[in-house]
């Protein structure tokens, strides 16, 4: 499989029911190639479009089974999922942008908003930016680190430490996240 189909299979996944996020492949790339990672991101995004349709309509068909996954999903919680609908209910689509900023999986947002009457096209609207801002600023700055702070280091030391990260970042979120 090539990294497109990579980056557009792991956007749609960690969209549905997958918790590690597509930022993980990127940032691996731009360690080595800043240009393809960012556009590798906008497969990500693509695939997130795809997966974020998809639990838009799950949502619109069957709010309580959608919910239950959710409630399943590592680091979900039955008071984030509450708390990510009472944010649609008061600002509407605009709450999709909360997500990157407070760790809320982008999921919950999908699988919510037909529920708190967001509209299919202010839902995917908005997710265009509110994934693909986080995707570039991560591939962008995973580049200037790369080529700046670690430029004399090898590829296969800058990638040990960029894994050791992402796992530090991982244990610490569900140590730190409640949930189940």
């Known amino acids: 499989m090539g990294l497109k189909a990579a980056a557009f299979l792991w956007g749609l996944a960690e969209a549905t029911l997958f918790f590690i996020v597509p930022d993980v492949l990127l940032s691996a790339v731009a360690l080595r190639d800043r240009a ?6 906008f497969w990500a995004l693509g695939g997130a479009l795809a997966g974020g349709l998809g639990m838009y309509l799950w949502g619109r068909q069957d709010p309580i089974q959608v919910g ?8 979900i919680s039955e008071a ?25 999986p982008y999921k919950i947002y999908a699988a919510l908003s037909p529920e708190a009457g967001v509209s299919l ?13 986080r995707f570039l600023v991560v591939a962008w700055l995973t580049a200037l680190v790369a ?7 090898s590829h296969r030391a800058r990638l040990a430490l960029l894994l050791g990260l992402w796992t530090a970042f991982y244990a610490a979120y569900f140590l730190l996240v409640p949930w189940h």
């Open 147 to 153: 080529r700046t702070l670690l430029r004399d280091w």
């Open 36 to 41: 393809r990672a960012l556009r590798l991101c």
């Open 121 to 133: 096209l202010a839902f995917m609207l908005v997710s265009i930016p509110a994934r693909l801002i």
């Open 68 to 75: 239950e996954a959710l409630a399943r999903v590592p680091a």
């Open 80 to 104: 984030m999922i509450e708390r990510v609908g009472a944010d649609l209910q008061q600002i509407g689509s605009l709450a999709t942008f909360l997500g990157p900023l407070t760790g809320t």
